[in-house]
């Protein structure tokens, strides 16, 4: 006898399991009964769990019957010509949608030529087994999981137009990069979401070279001049807030600038900026200490009045000003009401921050690095046609992370910028590695990427030949 379990409920028993979960499932896929339910029949702890609640996590898969996918050129040709949707697809019993547990009763094919008659699914594409940020990680089966968790999450922070209409919003601190590309290396997965709408990264020539032990564990060396000419330059944007609360007796607090006689008073020069109606004017120029919305309150406690024998109406200093450490410039003023009616102040700093010792980039394989030296760009490395890298990349990062796939993305991105094109590194579907060093040996290339190339400081060649390329690179939060 099998325990069977609904939405985690004893309900009953059945004798003949497998009978019963192949009714089951076959009744769902002919609509007799929902498809959002999912069934799991656990052989070494004689219970069948079904589920049908909300939360669940599940993906689609083509259901396979001996050894051959239900879904056929057929349906392909209809869904191309409109003539079917998906949701068809559902009804009819041809894909399925499978949560964590039922999919360990399946026998799920990587690809329609492993199907043999063993098999209940197929995947709809090997990409569909990775997450949307995963599958932006080019030549991605080159990698280990940890380094595409690792990649996959280094693109959640990375700078980049996080939405088109951030000039007219108030967000609490973003950033926002200039100049951002849209990857020279890409994947399939790149068009479908519409990444080339808000990038979030720049194409960089790489060398992978050792630079005076500046580079080592983690660390990177970036060209000053490539700095200057706009590498990882971006802004830092941060709202402050002031609105006139209202408080039992009728006190209320003001937005003004403050009267010399009020409580905590600070210096004239503190209050500059301010404007009649004390709030601070667009385009000023502020640092850490300047107000940029005067505003006074009342007491906090009525005891500190009586304590000074003062007039219960002494008010005290309550201004917005610039924190410890910060500056900008005073991109936006908002004058509002909240949805109590009171007055509401919103004054937005920007701040234009260029790469420094100690900011955070990454490759989109989890190769995370640390800016460790910035050389001057007569200083830098060159080539013997003259090109100088914008970022100088510790070959040890490649042994231990053991990301292939970073490498080939330099041979891809050279190939694409001296070709003129995208390269399609999508995962289990890119262009071949072969292929592009034949391509790369055709434009007058090493075909293993490296060239000879002199020191910036005695002009001396390189005895080794040096691995160069171009990299999406990303900068970090």
């Known amino acids: 006898m099998t325990e069977i379990y609904l939405n985690g409920k004893f309900i009953g028993y059945v004798e003949n399991s497998v009978e019963f979960v192949d009714h089951l499932l076959s009744e769902r896929r002919k609509g007799v ?22 939360g669940r996590l599940r993906r689609p898969l083509i259901i396979v019957k001996e050894g051959k996918p239900l879904l056929t050129d057929k349906h392909i040709s209809q869904l191309e010509k409109n003539e079917i949707t998906w949701s068809d697809l559902v009804d009819q019993g041809i894909i399925e949608y499978l949560d964590a547990a039922e999919e360990e009763n399946a026998l799920v094919a990587f690809a329609r030529e492993e199907l043999t008659p063993e098999h209940t699914h197929l995947e709809i594409s090997p990409l569909t087994m990775l997450g949307l940020c995963t599958s932006l990680v080019p030549y991605g089966n080159f990698n280990q999981s940890t380094r595409l968790n690792a990649g996959s999450k280094n693109q959640k922070q990375a700078l980049g137009l996080y939405v088109a209409n951030y000039h007219i919003r108030m967000d609490m601190d973003v950033n926002l990069l200039h100049y951002s590309h849209v990857p020279i290396v890409n ?22 070279m050792s630079y005076k032990g500046y580079n080592m564990e983690d660390a990177i060396i970036l060209n000053k001049g490539s700095i200057e000419r706009g590498l990882g330059r971006s802004t830092y944007y941060r709202p402050s807030t002031a609105e006139e609360l209202r408080y039992s007796g009728g006190l209320i607090d003001e937005i003004s600038i403050p009267d010399k006689e009020v409580k905590g008073y600070r210096s004239e020069k503190d209050y500059r900026y301010l404007e009649d109606d004390g709030i601070i004017y667009p385009e000023a120029e502020v640092k850490e200490g300047d107000v940029i919305i005067g505003k006074t309150s009342p007491p906090r406690f009525l005891s500190s009045t009586e304590e000074y024998n003062l007039a219960t109406n002494l008010r005290r200093e309550s201004s ?20 109590e009616g009171n007055k509401l102040v919103q004054v937005r700093i920007r701040d234009t921050r260029m790469p420094e010792v100690g900011d955070k980039f990454t490759s989109r394989h989890g190769q995370k690095g640390v800016v460790g030296l910035i050389v001057n760009h007569t200083d830098m490395p060159f080539s013997a046609s003259g090109i100088v890298p914008d970022m100088i990349f510790s070959p040890h990062g490649i042994p231990s992370r053991m990301t292939v796939s970073h490498l080939i993305e330099l041979i891809g991105g050279k190939v694409g ?15 071949p590695e072969e292929a592009l060093r034949k391509e790369l040996l055709s434009l007058g290339f090493r075909e293993n990427g490296t060239e000879s190339m002199y020191n910036g400081l005695t002009g001396e060649m390189f005895e080794a030949r040096i691995y160069v390329g171009n990299m999406y690179y990303l900068k970090l939060k």
């Open 187 to 208: 994947t399939i997965m790149h068009s479908i979401s519409g990444y080339e709408k808000h990038p979030s990264g720049q194409n960089l020539v790489v060398a992978v």
């Open 33 to 54: 009964i929902s498809n959002n339910i999912n069934v799991f029949y656990d052989k070494e702890g004689g219970t069948i769990s079904i589920e049908c609640g909300r």
């Open 417 to 431: 910028a001296l070709a003129g094109r995208y390269i399609d590194g999508t995962t289990f579907k890119a262009e």
């Open 320 to 339: 917005e000003d610039i924190k410890h450490g910060e500056k900008g410039v005073v991109d936006f003023v908002l004058l509002t009401e909240n949805e």
